[in-house]
């Protein structure tokens, strides 16, 4: 419909742009602004001087113009339409197409108009005006299809309507493979292939020696997938009891390790354990656990008392401070009131 009124209203305007004999060109619109805009009227080329021809101008009808009097062009950038020149040039009669952006309409409703340049050197017509169509005829902006395929797995910036271009972010973050932006022809159609989003998956981690996955184990993990871990008895978890697969493939911490517990490496002292002063015999199984502080008790060199001395059980791994001997059976048996850990300790000052 817009073509056929389109194809009218230039036949109308052609039709008075040429010079043409008097009976074609409609007569001039008496009015306040016609007179105002409308060169001198006229019949023949002879009533106009020798600069002017007389030739018809639209609604003035026959008119003195200068027929090389040009209208403004380039016009103005506008956001909201485009104008385009129909003619050669931008001389008496010649023909401007602006038409509004899409979703913006005229007035009247229609998206396109034809000005026509006039004896006045201005552009026939009030000036096209294209303002945001209301809704329901932007719900009739002709639009690209997207399938629901890809409203599910993109974000999409745009409103696919004819004519714009559209951007894709994946949902799930990852990666895309293909174009990232399309355009929606004038035909419907998109001018590429949708993209698609590179699936992301974590590798196996590694293994955790003495512990075990609460998990299916698998070849690969999806984003989102998480792995709980446990120890075996007598191990410590040591770093996190699950980890989750981020959405660039990565997991979201290391996995844990699981760590041995320490035999006490002594046998005839009583020693320190969480602030508790105990034979190691009375410990379950003479072992602490992963982390646990033991304190031994060394002879001072020259003197008859005691200082202490700190190792951490560390996966397994237990020593003896150097300065600790590790008292007879003897000693042990026949005077267990003067093994070192059981002396005085020494002042503070004693100890170099
Ligand atoms: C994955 O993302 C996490 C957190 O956003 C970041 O710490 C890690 O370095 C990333 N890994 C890679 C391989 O980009
Ligand atoms: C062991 O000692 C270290 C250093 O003094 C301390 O940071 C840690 O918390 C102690 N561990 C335990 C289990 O008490």
Not at 25 to 50: A, Y
Not at 244 to 261: D, V
Not at 294 to 300: E, L
Request: charged share 20%; hydrophobic share 30%; proline share 9%.
């Amino acid at each position: 419909m817009d073509c056929a009124l389109l194809l009218l209203s230039l036949w109308a305007l052609t039709g008075t742009a040429s010079p043409q004999p008097s009976g074609t060109c409609p007569e001039r619109l008496l009015g306040e602004e016609r007179k105002r805009t409308c060169p001198r009227p006229c019949k023949v080329d002879k009533d106009c001087g020798s600069k002017r021809q007389c030739l018809c101008d639209g609604h003035c009808g026959l008119s003195c113009v200068a027929p090389g009097r040009t209208c403004p062009w380039p016009l103005p950038h506008s956001d909201k339409s485009e104008a385009r020149l129909l003619s050669p040039t931008h001389s008496f009669s010649a023909l401007l197409e602006v038409r509004c952006k899409p979703g913006f309409a005229l007035s009247n409703g229609l998206d396109v108009t034809i000005r026509r340049c006039q004896g006045d050197r201005q552009w026939s017509g009030d000036e096209p005006i294209c303002t945001e169509a209301s809704l329901p005829e932007a719900a009739a902006v002709p639009t690209c299809p997207l399938p629901e395929e890809v409203i599910n797995t993109f974000s999409v910036q745009g409103d696919a309507a004819v004519g714009t271009s559209i951007r894709y972010s994946c949902l799930s973050g990852a990666d895309i493979v293909g174009s990232s932006e399309n355009f929606c022809q004038d035909n419907q159609t998109w001018q590429n292939p949708h993209p698609i989003c590179k699936s992301v998956y974590c590798k196996p981690p590694r293994e955790v020696e003495q512990g075990y996955v609460v998990a299916v184990q698998k070849t690969e993990y999806e984003v989102d997938f998480d792995i709980h871990y446990l120890c075996k008895k007598n191990f410590l978890l040591d770093g996190p009891q699950k980890i989750t697969c981020l959405t660039n493939g990565s997991w979201s911490a290391s996995p844990p390790h699981c760590r041995a517990r320490c035999l006490i490496p002594a046998e005839r002292s009583r020693v320190v354990i969480g602030g508790i002063k105990r034979w190691p015999f009375d410990v379950t199984d003479a072992m602490v656990p992963h982390g646990e502080n033991v304190t031994f008790f060394c002879k001072h060199p020259r003197k008859q008392c005691s200082f202490t001395a700190t190792q951490t059980c560390f996966d397994g791994k237990l020593q003896t401070p150097a300065c600790y001997l590790e008292p007879t059976w003897l000693q042990f048996k026949l005077f267990p009131h003067r093994l070192v850990s059981e002396i005085e300790a020494c002042e503070p000052g004693d100890v170099e």
